[in-house]
C-alpha cells in the first residue's frame, strides 16, 4: 500500500491506496546488500540510482529555463496531440513534484492546461524509473473547471512558482522562468484566487499574494481566536499560505513538538510541565544548549562564515524523509535519496523518546515535525517489514518505539492531537 495524494477538508493526506510498484526492498539493507548480493546485481542498482532529484536541485541543467516572459516557446506538434482550442499561453515550465523536479512545457487553452515532460532532456532520462512511477502530471492535462485555487510560491528562495489545487483534492506545483511569466500564466488561468476556504475575494491579485498579504486578507485568524477552527486547521492554513507545500520535500508543512513526557507510563494534559514552550524555537528549548549556540553566536570570528546561532534547520527534505521512512511513496523517496540504501540503524528514525532527546540535546538536532504526527498512525509501523537494520546496543529497528503512555500508534496519534487541541496549547499558539 501506499499513502495517496488526496487530501480531506483539512488538508490531510490520510488514504492508502494499492501499490503496484510495492516492494520489500530486500536490496537496501546496508550491509546486507553489499555482502551476499551478486557482483551483477550491484551494479544494476547502482546505475538505476542517478537521480539528481534532491540532492541536485540547485545544478544548471536542473534549474535553468529557457526562454523569457516575451517570447515564450511555441509548443511542439508532438506536445499538441492533447490540446484541445488554440493554444493561448505557452512557456517553458518546470514540473515540481516531491522527489523530482522535470523540465517541459506548460501551455493553456480557452478551458484546459497542459503540461508536457522534456522526455529528451538528459536529466529526466537519468531520473530512477522507481521515481518516476510515483510521479503524477508528468503528461498532464486539468480542466479549468477542476481549478480551485492558484497559490504563488517560491522555490529555489526564488518567487517564480505557483500551485494549483484541483477540485479531486490533489494539487500540482510548476516553475517558471521569472516572475512575468508567473503573472501571465495566473491571467491566463480562472479567477479562482486561493478558493474560497480562507475569506479572501477570489481574484487574480489574491492568487499573486504575499504571504503576508494573504495573512491580512484571510479571516482564519478570527474564525481561530473565535474558536471556529481548531488549532491544527490554524497551522496548517499558516503552512499553506506561507508557501509549504506537499510537492517541495524541502518545503514541507511544518507543525512544533508539543509534548514534552515521551517517557512516563501515564501523561496528565493537565500538567504545564507536559507541554513544549511555544514561546521559544526548539534550539531555545534547553537552557545549556542555547547559552552554547548564543556564545558560539558572539564569539564567532570567520571572515567567510556570517555568524549563526544554528548550523542546520528545522525542516529539510531528509528530515521529512526521514520521518516517513516507513511508508510509501516515501521509502522509495528515501533510498532514491540515500543512494539505494537504508541509514545507519542508530541513525534512522526508531524512537519518539529518542528523537525528543536528540532535538534537546544534541547541538546539530534542531527538527520540529510534520502534520502527520498528528493524523497518521501507520508512519509509526513497519508494515511492509523493511530490514532497517540493528542498533550499537542491538536493539533491531523496525517499529517506532512509542512512549509508554501510548498503548498503540492510534493511541500516540489520539494523544498527540488531544494535546495540541488543549487549552494550554490554545493559549500560547500565537507566541
Request: glycine share 4%.
Amino acid at each position: 500500500w501506499r499513502l495517496d495524494y488526496w487530501e480531506d477538508d483539512l488538508r490531510r493526506r490520510r488514504r492508502f491506496i494499492r501499490n503496484p510498484f510495492g516492494s520489500s526492498h530486500s536490496e537496501a539493507t546496508l550491509k546486507a546488500a553489499a555482502e551476499h548480493a551478486p557482483e551483477e546485481d550491484l551494479l544494476k542498482g547502482q546505475q538505476s540510482i542517478r537521480s539528481p532529484a534532491l540532492g541536485n536541485q540547485n545544478s544548471e541543467s536542473e534549474t535553468s529555463l529557457d526562454g523569457d516572459d516575451d517570447t515564450l516557446s511555441s509548443l511542439e506538434e508532438k506536445d499538441l496531440e492533447n490540446v484541445t482550442g488554440p493554444v493561448s499561453l505557452s512557456t517553458s515550465a518546470q514540473l515540481v513534484a516531491p522527489a523530482v523536479v522535470v523540465k517541459g512545457t506548460l501551455s493553456i487553452s480557452a478551458s484546459e492546461l497542459f503540461f508536457e515532460v522534456d522526455e529528451d532532456d538528459p536529466a529526466f532520462r537519468a531520473i530512477d524509473p522507481k521515481i518516476l512511477a510515483y510521479t503524477e502530471g508528468l503528461h498532464g492535462k486539468w480542466l479549468f473547471t477542476e481549478i480551485r485555487a492558484i497559490f504563488s510560491r517560491r522555490y529555489l528562495l526564488q518567487n517564480t512558482a505557483l500551485e494549483v489545487f484541483m477540485a479531486n483534492r490533489t494539487a500540482v506545483m510548476f516553475n517558471f522562468p521569472d516572475a512575468a511569466v508567473v503573472k501571465k500564466v495566473v491571467h491566463s488561468l480562472p479567477r479562482v484566487g486561493v478558493g474560497t476556504n480562507y475569506g479572501p475575494p477570489q481574484t487574480r491579485r489574491i492568487s499573486l499574494a504575499t504571504p503576508k498579504q494573504l495573512l491580512k486578507a484571510s479571516n482564519m485568524t478570527q474564525r481561530w481566536q473565535r474558536r471556529e477552527i481548531s488549532n491544527f486547521e490554524y497551522l496548517m492554513f499558516l503552512n499553506t499560505i506561507s508557501g509549504r507545500t506537499f510537492n517541495d520535500l524541502n518545503q514541507y508543512p511544518v507543525f512544533p513538538w508539543i509534548i514534552t513526557n515521551y517517557d512516563s507510563a501515564e501523561l496528565d494534559l493537565t500538567l504545564p510541565s507536559n507541554f513544549r514552550d511555544l514561546s521559544k524555537p526548539i534550539g531555545a528549548l534547553n537552557p545549556k544548549r542555547a547559552a552554547f549556540f548564543s556564545d558560539r553566536y558572539e564569539s564567532w570570528e570567520d571572515d567567510q562564515v556570517p555568524k549563526f546561532h544554528y548550523g542546520t534547520h528545522y525542516s529539510t527534505s531528509s528530515f521529512t524523509l526521514m520521518w516517513l521512512l516507513r511508508i510509501e511513496p516515501f521509502t522509495t523517496f528515501f533510498l532514491n535519496f540515500q543512494g539505494g540504501k537504508f541509514d545507519h540503524a542508530d541513525r534512522t528514525f526508531s524512537s519518539l523518546s529518542r528523537a525528543w532527546r536528540n532535538c534537546q540535546r544534541d547541538t546539530s538536532d534542531v527538527k520540529e515535525l510534520i502534520p502527520e504526527f498528528f493524523y497518521l498512525p501507520e508512519m509509526f509501523v513497519n508494515a511492509n517489514n523493511y530490514n532497517l537494520g540493528v542498533m550499537e546496543d542491538n536493539i533491531v529497528v523496525s517499529d517506532v518505539e512509542l512512549p509508554p503512555w501510548a498503548k498503540s500508534p492510534e493511541d500516540f496519534v489520539r494523544i498527540n492531537q488531544q494535546a495540541l487541541e488543549s487549552e494550554f496549547v490554545s493559549c500560547q499558539l500565537h507566541q
